[in-house]
């Protein structure tokens, strides 16, 4: 099942702008994370938030993390073309007995026209 | 080059073959893992491991089978496969211990399609 889902599904952006996306999740969580896929590709991972964290930063990223909302968002500034991409949220949910299992949403695409 | 391998890239069986999809990992990580991902479904956890001789399924493991005899490698295997089982399936592992810290590694995928 699902834990994360990422709003929107399909962006397009100009070259230059912000694009933001975002994830919502259903359970408590130790940590989420962000992930990019390019066409074809495998997962790159980009960040990782841990619960007790409200917001991270790495180069052109931002994540935020509202865990009363159960909800995270990833901001990539001034964009390029090379970010064109699927990106994905995936939850380490904690669970009774412990957790081992990462899970991830659906995905948001992203288009960076130049 | 460090990081996940897995091989074949590409492969297309007949219903009812079996075949195993193979994954190695030279970063010395106890955890590893099998997802699907399907189109509009995202990735769905198959199998995954904590190291040598332990595995566990995950959300989607009916018609897969999966062993971990060394840390090194997390092959998985296809008993029957049926139409239903087309799709890209990516290997990933992580350090346990920290793994709460970092992020997973992937490989870049095999494409399955049955005919």
């Known amino acids: 099942s699902q834990q994360g889902e990422e709003d929107p599904q399909a962006l397009s952006i100009q070259e230059g702008e912000n694009a933001t996306m975002n994830c919502s999740y259903k359970t408590s969580i130790n940590n989420l994370q962000w992930y990019r896929q390019n066409s074809g590709r495998g997962l790159v991972h980009l960040i990782l938030i841990r619960s007790n964290e409200r917001e991270k930063h790495s180069g052109r990223l931002r994540v935020t993390l509202d865990t009363s909302k159960k909800s995270s968002s990833l901001l990539i500034t001034a964009s390029r073309a090379a970010d064109t991409a699927s990106y994905f949220c995936a939850t380490d949910p904690i669970t009774q007995g412990g957790s081992e299992k990462l899970v991830f949403g659906k995905g948001t695409k992203l288009t960076v026209n130049p | 080059n460090a990081g996940v391998t897995q091989t074949p890239k590409f492969q297309v069986l007949k219903t009812g073959q079996s075949m195993t999809l193979q994954c190695a990992q030279d970063?010395?990580?106890?955890?590893m893992s099998w997802y699907r991902q399907d189109p509009g479904m995202g990735l769905r956890l198959i199998h995954y491991s904590v190291g040598a001789g332990i595995t566990d399924q995950g959300e989607v493991p009916n018609g897969y089978n999966v062993s971990r005899s060394t840390t090194e490698d997390f092959p998985l295997r296809l008993l029957s496969a049926a139409p239903s089982q087309t799709s890209v399936y990516f290997c990933a592992s992580n350090p346990t211990g920290v793994r709460r810290f970092y992020g997973y590694t992937f490989g870049s995928g095999t494409r399955l399609t049955v005919v």
């Open positions: 970063m010395n990580h106890e955890y």
